[in-house]
């Protein structure tokens, strides 16, 4: 107001001033011309000089030294920015990509947040965020996040070349076709191992408890987004597995519990088991299908503590009595069906204590296509606990049989005769656990190691050569995956519990 007061003040006293040298040029006027004459030389040259001073400030302009044009900004804080990029504008040695610093300035404002969960995604990035969630993709099929600086595995998809390839949750990516990935973010890393169906892509797998890391190839294939598998398992009881939050899975959830009661189910064992989470929408619309109506759900807490409660929206279908199978690998919006089911329906957990995130994201599209995927939100089970890095620990535990945890074979490598590693006493643990006892379980490749391998290869229709490699691995790792399935513990008590509900 004040600068706006003198300026007014300022014009006034012009104008005034104005007034009374027009009238002195009158009276003048009616004396003599002698001033009249004099006065328009000086208007002359005072407008010669003008035109000069113009005309070098603008040579000044076009000739001098190029000078950076700071934009202007009422935000104090964005100074040392712009002062930055001004700086590097014009004292960098090489030609700048204005797009990509700027890109890179948005990137580091959010790495700087110390968030796994909050990311900047390139217009390439933003496309595979859009497609994980809403449609196919084609790559390996495994959800991945960044945890204390590594790539980890959150859980490989169910069917994938991943889960075929033996990755497990929490398993550390290092690299991907010898390229580091340390210091990415997990948008950073799709990018990365995502690729054309029927590609090969090398990944270097450390598993935590293991000594030295196993570099695995996979075959790109495409991953179709179904997130719904159901099945009867016996005695009226149905088993179904969700295995993320996808657009249509509650959709496809209730039509398949509505096919399985047709069937005879009396009981249910939903699996959330290795599930990654996904859409809240879908996370609360299952719920609302096993949480009596007005019932919690979650509540979400926001930055000043405000905190909104969402309720079941549905009756809850006690028709049948409910089991809830999780695990390490279970994060995000399966915690938050398995957390309302627990403390609003009364529902027993079984498995393992679920993976801990309790922090709810949204994302923002810009012009260009690009996307910010940030954390708004934490939130809270029905009895308001955060469970943010500590996961939901279940009624009951149990763990898979320890074979379930070994290390994972490249089939690339040649084991044989002789061979000394890991990978060679991995092996053996496998071919005892299948039934071919190789009579030693310490890596060294011997002679009744070779005749297990020879005997397995035979059994599967293999080339009996007694060499682990290609084929013969890819198949040894596969019929330990079916083992587990037949032989999964977690389950068998699930079903266990069950029938104490259902009597």
Known sequence: ??????????????????????????????????????????????????????????????????????????????????????????????????????????????????????????????????????????????????K????????????????????????????????????????????????????KVELTIQRPGTDAPVKVSIIRDDIPIETVYGEMVGDGIAKVQVTS???????????????????????????LRQNPGGLLEEAISISSM???????????????????????????????????????GSASASEILAGAVSESAGVKLVGETSFGKGTVQTAKDFPDKSNIKFTTAKWLTPNGNWIHKKGIKPDFEVSLPEYASLPIINPDKELKLSSSSTEVESAQKMLKAIGFDAGREDGFFDEKTQAAVSSFQTANNLPADGVLKGDSTMKLMEKLRELIETNDTQLQKAIEVLKEEMK
């Open 290 to 328: 096993f949480v009596p109506k007005g019932k919690l759900i979650l509540k979400v807490e926001d930055r000043n503590g405000k905190t909104e409660e969402y309720p079941s929206q549905n009756d809850g279908n006690s028709d049948f009595p409910l089991v809830v199978l999780i695990d390490k």
């Open 1 to 146: 107001m004040k600068v706006v007061k003198a300026l007014d003040e300022q014009n006034v006293e012009q104008e005034h001033n104005e007034q009374e040298h027009n009238e002195q040029e009158h009276v003048t006027d009616k004396k003599t011309g002698y001033v009249n004459i004099k006065k328009f030389h000086f208007i002359l040259i005072l407008f010669f000089l003008v035109l000069l001073s113009t005309g070098i400030t603008t040579f000044a302009l076009s000739f001098g030294e190029e000078k950076v044009i700071t934009v202007g900004t009422e935000r104090s804080e964005f100074d040392k920015l712009y002062a930055a990029y001004d700086t590097l504008k014009s004292g960098y040695f090489e030609e700048l990509d204005q797009k990509k610093l700027i890109n890179g300035a948005i990137d580091g404002m959010v790495k700087a947040l110390d968030d796994p969960y909050t990311d900047y995604m390139s217009v390439e990035e933003a496309e595979n965020f859009h497609s994980s969630i809403n449609s196919s993709f084609q790559g390996i099929g495994a959800e991945i996040q960044e």
């Open 148 to 199: 204390d600086g590594h790539i980890t595995i959150v859980s490989p998809i169910k069917g994938s070349p991943a889960e075929k390839a033996g990755l497990k949750p929490n398993d550390i990516i290092t690299s991907v076709d010898g390229k580091s990935l340390q210091g990415m973010t997990s948008t950073e890393a799709v990018t990365i191992i995502r690729g054309k169906k029927g590609t």
């Open 245 to 271: 939050f996808s657009t249509n899975t509650s959709k496809d959830l209730a039509a398949k519990l509505n096919e399985l009661q047709k069937e005879g189910m009396k009981g249910l064992v939903l699996d």
